[in-house]
């Protein structure tokens, strides 16, 4: 009951003791279901518990009920505690009507006493002062001591324990003056075998003529204290449990609900008690989910899960509910337990944790694994329905290099800002994906044809193209979408996914900021391809590359004063192949390193071989953007130079100024330690590229090659030739034109004052001479 007496629980023992339904008890107060005789002094004893918050020891009570019952009970005040603060009383009541008319009948029994005495199932002591003077069987048989001898003589005391449980304190039994009276208390005593039991102890004081004798009934209540200690304990977990706990009728009517269920709902015990138990589930039927859940209930007993519970402000919240069936002594339901958690926060970091295992960390939009659990959905819808989809994989063109020059951290942000432009190109059904790097792919479902998945690459193009303004940089990039559609291109995921890749592969080869539908064609260019990387590794292996060397030529003497190395790969099927053919397949394969070492080695051996038979020529070698990246350029080169025993002064490397100017300081610090090593250096292609002239100064560069678009346009581009070799003479630099095929072209050449050429003319040239022999074989 609480502090104001009302009965907030009442087991089905109460039920039966007193005559009361559980429905009729609760929420009633005690004293208008229970008349006690002792009144006064059973409100003292309440009071008193509520007040110490210490249990009170069992005393009896005369009890009339409100069904004109008249009942002897012996109960038991636990006060229960939460938060330091005393909140229940729990009462324990036990029957005992029976004994107290068998005490009453003992006492009236007179001339047959000694018969009781020695025939009673109780155990029976007498004791003078403090000693024992006798004892009947069923004591011997209590205390365990298989002579008289081991009680008869000893005090009582002798046989008590000075540990009992729970920190209860036992320094000795209470005493009893010899003037006369009763006295009852219930004590932990050893047995003569040194184990201990609870035992109830009534002592009566009896005068006879030479004095006074103690009479002693000891009942042993082990089982009832034992029950007691379960209840108690049960009745504190269910008070202070984390999780809320509500008790039903076998009706499933509530009638009993713990503070946890208040602090979790909002509701009161008031409001709920006698309220049928309500179940639902978020999705579902509320009556077909309580069927559902009352049928496994009634089969096995118990049942779990995730329910919908609802605070008493009408917020829905998620709970996960177990429920109990709880059988009587005749295996009959009697009542139902259920412990409900709240499992918001689990949810909420289940959500999270799920979202970040199916969404890309940079851009928040679905990764992989997600796209392919949503595309086997739409795949699997398109086959029910007969409809259209379409894969758009789409690349960012030359985002490295804004990853190379600006940092990732730009590089970053601008992913973050083409993943919002690519959501806005796209219906709410459709799923815009990234797959790593600068790779995306978009999901297309159920589309009208083709021309509408051309509509939406053509807008993920003019959003990709739009400027993007990221802090003080302003970046203009470019993508390239390819496109596979269902059924046409495939009937699998991997199979769509590998087919769109390599359409959008044909649209970067096609000139980029483009979309290229996959067709069959594609694949055997794709098959290509990947024989020409293989076969690249193999021709690195069995030596099947060769050099093809061209003049470069003084203009003011006609003399050869150097050659240019070039690659030629000697196919065993294909025959001999220039750079253009296979280049490309050597950069997608990552091999421009070794093949570019190579060419180094080899022309540095070559070059020494023609200077010891005479001929002092100067070998230029051009350097890719993989080479002139790697840490390690500066050792290869001096290795080169070593092996070969040549002279540094004889090599020349040629880079495009594209290759310089992305390198920044890096590449200064590394073009100054060639320099240092005695190399010369060319910028080659120069004036196709973006240099910032005024920076040509401060890089250690010997020559400058005028790209032979320019020579080939002559007519247009004389201005612009003759400022090239004007500002390559103000920078004390040679200026060489490559491509010169023609008299004319020379004439101009030597007019305007250029220093060195190459091309057919210059090969011409040279053909017929002994160095043209040497440079043939």
């Known amino acids: 009951m609480d502090e104001a007496g009302c009965v907030l629980f009442w087991n089905s023992a109460c039920a039966e003791l007193y005559g009361i339904a559980s429905a009729d008890a609760l929420g009633r107060p005690l004293a208008s279901l229970l008349a006690f005789e002792q009144a006064d002094e059973h409100a003292a004893a309440l009071a008193e518990a509520w007040r110490s918050g210490r249990a009170k020891p069992a005393r009896d009570w005369q009890v009339n009920t409100a069904s004109g019952r008249r009942l002897w009970v012996n109960s038991t005040l ?15 009541d036990a029957d005992i009507t029976a004994r107290r008319i068998e005490d009453e009948a003992l006492r009236a029994a007179g001339a047959n006493f000694r018969q009781l005495y020695l025939s009673s199932a109780d155990a029976i002591l007498m004791l003078q002062g403090e000693r024992v003077t006798d004892l009947n069987p069923a004591a011997l048989a209590l205390f365990k001591c298989p002579q008289r001898d081991g009680m008869v003589g000893h005090r009582l005391r002798d046989f008590s324990t000075q540990q009992p449980p729970d920190g209860e304190q036992q320094a000795g039994p209470p005493g009893m003056d010899e003037g006369g009276g009763s006295l009852r208390y219930d004590w932990r005593f050893l047995n003569c075998a040194g184990e201990a039991f609870w035992a109830e102890v009534l002592m009566t004081s009896i005068s006879l003529d030479h004095g006074y004798l103690f009479y002693v009934v000891v009942r042993d209540i082990s089982a009832r204290k034992q029950a007691e200690r379960t209840l108690h304990l049960a009745a504190q977990v269910f008070e202070n449990c984390r999780d809320a706990i509500v008790l039903t009728d076998r009706e499933r009517r509530i009638i009993a609900l713990n503070r946890s269920f208040t602090q979790i709902t909002g509701y009161e015990a008031e409001a709920m008690l006698g309220q049928p138990l309500q179940l639902r589930r978020s999705g579902e039927d509320e009556h077909d989910f309580q069927r559902l859940v009352w049928q496994e209930m ?16 009408g917020e829905l919240f998620p709970g996960w509910l177990s429920l109990t069936a709880i059988r009587d002594n005749a295996d009959r339901v009697s009542s139902y337990m259920g412990m409900l958690s709240d499992i918001t926060d689990r949810k909420r970091d289940a959500d999270h944790t799920r979202h970040l295992a199916e969404h890309d960390f940079l851009t928040d939009l679905p990764n992989r694994v997600l796209l392919l659990d949503r595309l086997s959905l739409a795949l699997a819808s398109a086959r029910r329905s007969h409809t259209m989809l379409a894969i758009l994989f789409i690349d960012l063109d030359r985002f490295k290099e804004v990853n190379d020059t600006l940092g990732h951290q730009v590089g970053d942000q601008l992913l973050k800002e083409v993943a919002a432009r690519l959501v806005k190109c796209v219906r709410g059904a459709d799923t815009v994906s990234r797959q790593g790097g600068d790779e995306f792919l978009i999901i297309l479902a159920d589309i009208g044809g083709a021309d509408q998945a051309a509509h939406v690459a053509a807008s993920v193009l003019g959003a990709i193209a739009q400027p993007f303004q990221l802090g003080p940089h302003a970046l203009h990039v470019s993508g390239s979408v390819g496109i596979s559609l269902y059924p046409e291109d495939g009937d699998g995921i991997e199979q769509l996914i590998n087919n769109a890749d390599v359409a959008m592969y044909h649209a970067k080869e096609s000139g980029r900021n483009g979309f290229k539908f996959f067709n069959a064609d594609m694949h055997a260019r794709i098959a290509e391809r990947e024989q020409l990387e293989s076969g690249l590794r193999l021709a690195l292996r069995e030596q099947q590359f060769e050099l093809a060397f061209h003049a470069e030529v003084d203009i003011a003497s006609g003399a050869a004063v150097g050659v240019e190395a070039l690659l030629r ?9 220039r750079p253009e053919r296979f280049m490309a397949a050597a950069e997608e394969a990552g091999l421009m390193v070794p093949i570019g070492n190579w060419v180094l080695q080899q022309a540095c051996r070559t070059a020494r071989r023609w200077r010891d038979a005479g001929h002092s020529l100067v070998v230029a070698v051009n350097l890719s953007a993989a080479q002139f990246a790697q840490k390690d350029l500066l050792a290869v080169v001096r290795a080169a130079l070593e092996a070969s025993g040549l002279d540094p002064a004889s ?25 240092g090593l005695g190399v010369r250096l060319t910028i080659d292609d120069f004036g196709t590229g973006y240099s910032r002239l005024g920076y040509l100064k401060d890089y250690p560069v010997d020559k ?16 612009v030739i003759g400022a090239m070799i004007a500002m390559a003479r103000s920078l004390d630099m040679l200026a060489i034109a490559e491509g010169v095929e023609t008299q004319e072209q020379l004439d101009f050449l030597r007019s305007a004052g250029c220093d060195q050429y190459q091309g057919y003319l210059a090969d011409a040239q040279v053909q017929a001479s002994a160095l043209g022999q040497l440079l043939a074989g």
């Open 569 to 577: 790969w000697r196919h065993p099927e294909l025959g001999l192949l």
């Open 651 to 675: 090599l020349e490397l040629e880079l495009t100024e594209a290759i310089i100017m992305k390198g920044g300081n890096a590449a200064r610090s590394t073009l100054d330690a060639l320099h």
């Open 298 to 313: 009634d089969a096995n007993g118990h049942w779990q899960g995730e329910v919908s519970a609802r605070r008493r402000g």
């Open 78 to 92: 636990f006060p229960v505690a939460q938060d330091g603060a005393v909140r229940q009383m729990f009462c324990v």
């Open 704 to 719: 400058l090659k005028i790209d032979q678009s320019f020579v080939a346009t002559l007519d247009g581009n004389t201005a």
